[in-house]
């Protein structure tokens, strides 16, 4: 099985910053795309950054300039540093990633999710 476990979560103040963590273990064959995504309460699950290795970075407008998205390829593990903290960052953080499981010609693509990481920005 594919298992990704989030890091860093946590209570914050306004202007101050966090440092995010997943790692992907498991059944691997590749991995292609990786990316942050947030909800907070009442509030539908929105993308907040992704990462496709060797191609391009993507952020949420909200987001730029504060947060950045990075990458160790070798250990699987995907990282957001999040600077400049404000309480409409509050939600819970998920990890997802990309992953094929089979070297096989044809074999799909699959989407996983770690489990969530509480972010929470005080005034």
């Known amino acids: 099985q594919v298992q990704l476990v989030e890091s860093g979560g946590g209570l914050v103040q306004s202007g101050g910053s966090l440092r995010l963590s997943c790692v992907a273990s498991g059944s691997i064959s590749s991995i292609n795309r990786m990316g942050w995504y947030r909800q907070a309460p009442g509030n539908e699950r929105e993308l907040v950054a992704a990462s496709t290795s060797g191609i391009s970075t993507n952020y949420k407008d909200s987001v730029k300039g504060r947060f950045t998205i990075s990458r160790d390829n070798a250990k699987n593990t995907v990282y957001l540093q999040m600077n400049s903290l404000r309480p409409e960052d509050t939600a819970v953080y998920y990890c997802?990633?990309?992953?094929?499981?089979?070297?096989?010609?044809?074999?799909?693509?699959?989407?996983?999710w770690g489990q969530g990481t509480q972010v929470t920005v005080s005034s």
């Open positions: 997802n990633a990309d992953i094929k499981i089979s070297q096989a010609m044809g074999a799909p693509v699959y989407r996983y």
